[in-house]
């Protein structure tokens, strides 16, 4: 397979040399309750690959002034109308802000602050994306192949998926006559 590969780990502190890189990967079933379409859902394969993230985490979690890096591989496909995306989250440490860059397909980055004000914006091989601190965020695949995006976070982020697994969004990204819209 051809997608895009993990830079290669080049650093002269020691330390870090040797480090690896850290890949989970996401089935469907994992994603159980986001979409819309509870039936269409239901219908699919739940060990259908939906997405994987490779990591370099040079710092142990929660180091305050530390990076962490990761790629993120999300399959594309649709669950009903409702475009394939991640889990999405804030961060625990909810004023920590993040980069997204986007890498190979194409896809819509779904933005939510605190007052559950919901915007999206287009990613694209190129495109660089500021997520500030307190903002929940989701990417969608809305093209028809791989979409790969990499990220930039704070060690001392964390993250708080119960937030968004029991509030979810408050704005979906849906395909509506072939074209995708924030509803
Ligand atoms: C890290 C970050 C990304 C996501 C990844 C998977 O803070 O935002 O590396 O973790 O794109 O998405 P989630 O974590 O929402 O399943
Ligand atoms: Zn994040």
Known sequence: ???????ELFFTDKNLVGRDVLKISRNLSDLKGIFADAEAFERMPQNQLAYEVSSFLPEKEGTPGGLYFGITYLYPGKVGNEYMMTKGHYH???DRAEFYWGLEGEGMLILMDGQRNVWAEHVFPGSLHYIPGGVAHR???TGSSLFSFAACWPSDAGHNYAEIAENGFSARLMEVN??????
């Open 1 to 7: 397979n051809n997608k895009i590969v993990f830079p």
């Open 178 to 183: 072939g074209v995708p819209h924030l509803i």
């Open 92 to 94: 625990a440490n909810v």
């Open 139 to 141: 990417m969608a695949n």
